[in-house]
């Protein structure tokens, strides 16, 4: 299986996800798009892949969206998108892409939907929290 994740390496839910899929057995291809910036198609695709409206993939925390005025009501998608073209830092993250899927794997294991493997059991996420039990099952949450 192929697996894609639109990565931020400063965001630990990202490097949660990452160290999933790659726990799994599975060598992703990066896509580092803070340094390399998005594509309006790509980034149009992303997010009708996954079922979301630009507003929804916006990342309202740590990032410039409340300075540019993009959390008032109203605010055109087209807007949005202009703006995470220009500022890539304003889309929420990580997306993964597979063969079962697109999503904004927001929490961390959500990822696991995307999978045809997990990591063996136990596996705990970044802060310690545990995602897959001794079990290999995906822990409550």
């Known amino acids: 299986m192929t697996v894609t994740i639109y990565h931020n390496p400063d965001c630990g839910t990202s490097r949660n996800v990452l160290a999933?899929?790659?726990?799994?057995?599975?060598?992703?291809?990066?896509?580092?798009?803070?340094?390399?910036?998005w594509q309006r198609d790509q980034l149009l695709r992303l997010f009708a892949d996954a079922g979301l409206t630009p507003r929804q993939a916006l990342r309202d925390t740590k990032s410039p969206a409340k300075d540019l005025g993009l959390l008032e009501p109203g605010v055109s998608d087209a807007r949005i998108v202009a703006e995470m073209l220009t500022h890539p830092v304003l889309v929420n993250?990580?997306?993964?892409?597979?063969?079962?899927?697109?999503?904004?794997?927001?929490?961390?294991?959500t990822v696991l939907d995307l999978l045809d493997k997990w990591p063996s059991g136990p596996f705990h996420k970044e802060d310690g929290e545990l995602m897959i039990d001794a079990d290999g099952r995906r822990a409550a949450g």
């Open 20 to 37: 999933v899929i790659e726990a799994a057995g599975y060598a992703p291809q990066i896509i580092p798009y803070l340094t390399t910036g």
């Open 93 to 109: 993250r990580p997306f993964v892409v597979t063969a079962k899927g697109t999503r904004l794997c927001r929490p961390s294991e």
